[in-house]
């Protein structure tokens, strides 16, 4: 049965280095081959990703909502499907995954959502657009997961958040990229019988067929089997990430995927993951609006969406690294929101729009760089590799339910202030702060209860594989704070 049956992995990572092999791997030299041969992929596969589901926002602004005659919220509900099938289809996604080589079935979902961005491109009504946008949703929802559950498998847990920081940086990357690329293809408006709106569909589509094919070339699976690794690398790392994990299970079992759903602690970081996509999203598929509503006119907020997302990506990759560096998680989840709500204060109160696009900047440099750290948060504090994978599925695809809310708190009728959008936002961003003091708080409060058990029964690590199967709830676990 597939629940009894050890994985090769976890076989492979009984095969202990000989203390001749342990000195002869550089572990800094290990990681840094670990980043050239893993990040670049995983990060432009993301960049792509992102793209994909947020050029909506620049094709709005091409002519999109006049061609296909879309009034009142028609426009909210098309970028507010893509979230319905996306949110339901993570935690399975990351369930397959398990079972299903990442270098096969990550390259697949790719390939299936720029086949349907590619169709985007020749929609003529409403109808077509928020099919199209369902099934984009549902291709797209596996990548997000299922790279962050990759990377775990990859890194120790306090390598992790800066790791997901460069991968998420791609988000930021992509906003600013797509303005760019955006205005640059806008310009081809009426070639060929296509409007411009189309034309960015239609490229970037294609872009992301090409560069699905290409990664199934050069995407590794797990450490076991990477071919970029000596064997005494191997055997180092599958070792180095047992041993930072307790040595915990990490066979497949239904039992693990129950303990994933009924961990009340695991609903915090959904609670968070949640309040700050609310923010994320919204300004992704808005902020080209935004900046037109600050008086602006569109091709000026095509370009000028650009320069708050090159501060966001450059803050998120800097603080991922420090977060891993201090190996803190906690408080930087309850600075970066307070930067954002400095930035949303801005823009709710001012009457300028130089003031408006300050409000955009420190907005950017808030939001972004939460979410990694997030996540590294959900990573590093859910045992067993099963348990983990689930619980970030979990964490993801629940906290995708706020995209669906994300594409209605900006709408037309509150242009050009969009107060009911900024005091959204800043009641997410402040559920978030309050959440990330009680969770850091009670990861203290446990970790601090269960040195307390060692030391009165005499745990020490030499009993590790007693408690294999209980993930986060052993006693040799502690969680990030």
């Known amino acids: 049965m597939a629940e009894e049956k050890l994985s090769d992995s976890e076989s492979y990572a ?5 203390l001749e092999s342990r000195l002869a791997v550089d572990e800094k030299r290990l990681l840094r081959k670990l980043d050239v041969h893993l990040l670049p992929w995983v990060t432009l ?42 949110a339901f289809v993570e935690v399975p996604s990351n369930a397959l995954m398990k079972l299903v080589r990442p270098s096969r079935y990550i390259p697949c979902i790719m390939l299936l959502w720029g ?8 929609v003529k ?28 498998l990859w890194y120790p847990r306090h390598e992790l958040a800066g790791r997901i920081a460069i991968f998420f940086s791609a988000a930021t990357l992509a906003g600013a990229f797509g303005g ?61 990430l047992q041993e930072d994990n307790t040595r915990l299970t990490r066979r497949f079992a239904w039992k693990f995927l129950w303990q994933a759903l009924k961990d009340w602690r695991a609903y915090m970081l959904v609670v968070m993951y949640m309040g700050v996509v609310i923010p994320a999203y919204s300004f992704s598929l808005f ?35 420090l977060s891993d560096r201090l190996k803190l998680r906690g408080p930087f989840i309850i600075a970066a929101p307070s930067l954002a709500l400095v930035g949303y204060v801005i823009l709710y109160t001012t009457h300028t729009p130089a003031a408006g696009y300050a409000g955009a900047f420190i907005a950017a440099a808030g939001l972004f760089p939460t979410v990694p750290v997030v996540l590294g948060w959900t990573g590093n504090n859910a045992g067993g590799e099963t348990k983990r994978g689930i619980v970030i599925g979990l964490v993801i695809g629940a906290g995708n339910l706020g995209g669906i809310a994300s594409s209605f708190i900006y709408r037309t009728q509150d242009s050009p ?24 708080w009670e990861y203290r409060r446990v970790n601090r209860k269960k040195e307390a058990l ?28």
């Open 287 to 321: 902020v080209p609006t935004i900046i037109a509503g600050l008086g602006y006119s569109n091709s000026q907020a095509q370009l000028l969406s650009v320069p708050p997302f090159v501060l966001a990506c450059i803050l998120t990759i800097s603080c991922g690294k």
């Open 14 to 18: 009984h095969e202990a280095p000989s």
């Open 125 to 152: 009504n409403f109808g077509g657009l928020v099919a199209a946008r369902l099934f984009l949703g549902l291709a797209e929802a596996g990548l997000f997961p299922g790279v962050t559950f990759y990377l775990c």
């Open 45 to 86: 596969l993301y960049l792509m990703s992102f793209l994909d589901r947020g050029n909506i926002g620049n094709a709005k602004l091409a002519g999109l909502t006049k061609d296909l005659n879309l009034v009142g919220l028609q426009y909210n509900i098309c970028t507010a499907v893509f979230f319905v099938m996306y």
């Open 417 to 440: 202030r969009y107060h009911p959008g900024h005091g959204t936002v800043l009641g997410c961003l402040s559920v978030v702060i309050i959440t990330a003091i009680f969770a850091n």
């Open 115 to 122: 086949a349907v961005m590619v169709a985007m491109a020749f």
């Open 454 to 481: 060692c030391e009165r029964e005499g745990i020490t690590e030499k009993d590790m594989q007693r408690f294999e199967e209980l993930g986060d709830e052993s006693p040799l676990y502690r969680y990030t704070l």
């Open 180 to 240: 760019l690329l955006a205005y640059g293809i806008e310009q081809m408006d009426g070639t060929g019988g296509l409007a411009g709106w189309s034309w960015i569909f239609l490229i970037e589509g294609l872009l992301t067929v090409v560069i699905a094919i290409l990664s199934s070339f050069f995407m590794q699976d797990y450490p076991e089997t990477a071919t970029f690794l000596t064997e005494d690398e191997r055997k180092y790392l599958v070792n180095r």
